[in-house]
């Protein structure tokens, strides 16, 4: 028996009690830095398996780190887990018709109750392994809360939390089985809050000063922007506040919420500034006050070459779940309820960062491949997280495992319905036996270790330096 046939066994030793975690935070759903029992489902399941615990950890209530060590001397290996869920989209298990358990409430539209519990399950899997054949490592999991809105990995890094891990080995649910090679937008959330004078608008117009006219002034002056900046960066907006809802009053406060998104940090910063002046301008023309506040800001990813390549080569050796004729019925269902446009789009944005051609999984309903490893870290894919500020601080590689049908769109009804199907267990189960045979991998070949480390550091020349604002908080952002 390999390595990696050993560690299937071991994980497969532990599926039921890892489909059950799983299935538990996915009944939970709870928004960022509020996962409180997802947190503590996790953390306990490690704490099981015999992980020492440190909750809450750096700051945030809803954070832990679970460690366990073998020996002296070896390296330390880290699993990172996730467990928000999203607004508004609970949903039935497994019902292709979207019909929400209840009404507004959040669900796992991302697939987080997956993330979490196939990291605890590879951690498992490969402390056994390194008991069973006497390897020195220790084995770290992070409890990361927050990745949708808030980034809890960056609060780790801020707090120099990775700093002595050796390599991180990251994944997240989608509909392709592929390690990403290329980069993901920094982003940064802004707030620009515009204070003007209230007055009657029919009989004293004049005396007013509309602060939601600087908000709308605003926005027409960065479209125009767009024009100006990169073509991958990315800005987009939603009102905070509107400054009420009486067309006879001029409103003497709006408020607008902006992400500023951009391949590099630097980049991104850079646009911020320009966005900045826009809004500056807007204040100016319209005789108003302007208040801004940065919320949270997440880097770039940086792709380490040499993890992910033996991350590819171990997702290769493993294969693609083994999807069987209930789980094709039930993707032929989920497929159902997209357009063949809808599913068309979804699936090129993924093969986009995969670096894969269509031809193999046109008309498929579901991802019986794996993708060659591509190393394209000049390129970025559209989204945005907290990965990335992991990735500056210790090498880093991710995993995409297939828990979707084919061209199912990300924060979507059906994204939380496979996520507590069959579909999704199986892609959550893979998943944690790629990332524990590649920590086997790891453990066993120092060289391998520093050639990531000198690649690592040859990437991130000037180490990391957070773009999260330093008066932010772990705690979810007060109504407007």
């Not at 953390?43 to 950890?57: C, K, M, N, T, V």
């Not at 039935?92 to 399950?121: I, K, M, R, T, V």
């Not at 939601?212 to 073509?231: F, K, Q, S, T, W």
Request: contains cysteine; aromatic residues 8%.
């Amino acid at each position: 028996m390999t390595d990696l046939e050993e560690i299937g066994a071991l994980v497969d030793r532990r599926a039921e009690t890892y489909i059950a975690l799983a299935d538990e935070v996915w009944r939970a759903a709870e928004l960022n830095w509020r996962e409180i029992s997802s947190a503590r489902a996790v953390a306990g399941r490690l704490a099981q398996e015999g992980f020492a615990l440190q909750q809450p950890a750096c700051g945030m209530e809803t954070a832990f780190i679970a460690q366990w060590k073998n020996g002296t001397g070896g390296p330390v290996i880290a699993f990172l887990c996730e467990y928000d869920a999203l607004p508004g989209l609970s949903q039935q298990p497994g019902l292709d018709e979207p019909q929400p358990l209840c009404a507004g409430a959040p669900g796992h539209g991302c697939g987080h109750n997956l993330l979490g519990a196939g990291s605890a399950a590879a951690a498992a899997a490969f402390k056994d392994w390194c008991t069973a054949h006497d390897v020195a490592a220790t084995v770290r999991c992070y409890g990361c809360p927050a990745e949708e809105d808030g980034g809890g990995k960056v609060f780790f890094a801020k707090a120099g939390a990775f700093d002595d891990v050796d390599a991180v080995l990251a994944w997240h649910p989608g509909d392709v089985n592929y390690v990403l090679g290329q980069g993901c937008l920094a982003v940064t959330g802004v707030t620009y809050r515009f204070t003007g004078k209230a007055a009657h608008a029919a009989s004293a117009p004049y005396a007013g000063r509309s602060a939601l006219d600087a908000c709308e002034l605003m926005n027409v002056g960065c479209n125009y922007l767009r024009e100006h900046i990169i073509p991958t960066a990315r800005l987009h907006y939603a009102y905070r506040d509107t400054g009420g809802t009486a067309p006879n009053v001029v409103p003497a406060h709006a408020c607008l919420h902006y992400y500023i998104r951009a391949p590099k940090v630097t980049q991104m910063m850079e646009i911020k500034s320009r966005v900045d002046d826009v809004a500056r301008g807007a204040a100016l023309m319209t005789g108003t006050r302007l208040e801004i506040r940065a919320i949270d800001g997440f880097s770039d990813y940086v792709p380490n070459r040499t993890l992910s390549q033996v991350l590819a080569d171990t997702l290769r050796q493993a294969g693609a779940p083994a999807w069987d004729a209930e789980d094709r019925a039930l993707a032929a269902r989920f497929a159902a309820t997209m357009t063949p446009e809808e599913r068309a789009g979804n699936l090129a944005t993924s093969l986009e960062s995969a670096c894969a051609p269509m031809e193999i999984y046109e008309g498929g309903l579901l991802d019986g491949t794996t993708a060659a490893y591509v190393h394209r870290p000049e390129l970025a894919e559209p989204g945005s997280t907290d990965v990335g500020d992991v990735s500056y601080c210790a090498p880093t590689a991710q995993l995409y495992a297939a828990c979707q049908v084919l061209g199912t769109a990300g924060h979507s009804w059906q994204v939380t319905a496979q996520s507590a199907s069959s579909i999704g267990r199986k892609g959550m189960l893979k998943a944690a036996q790629v990332l524990a045979g590649t920590a086997a991998r790891l453990a066993g070949s120092p060289r391998l270790l520093a050639q990531a480390r000198e690649e690592h550091r040859r990437a991130c020349p000037n180490g990391y330096c957070s773009p999260m604002p330093a008066d932010a908080r772990p705690e979810p952002a007060a109504e407007q």
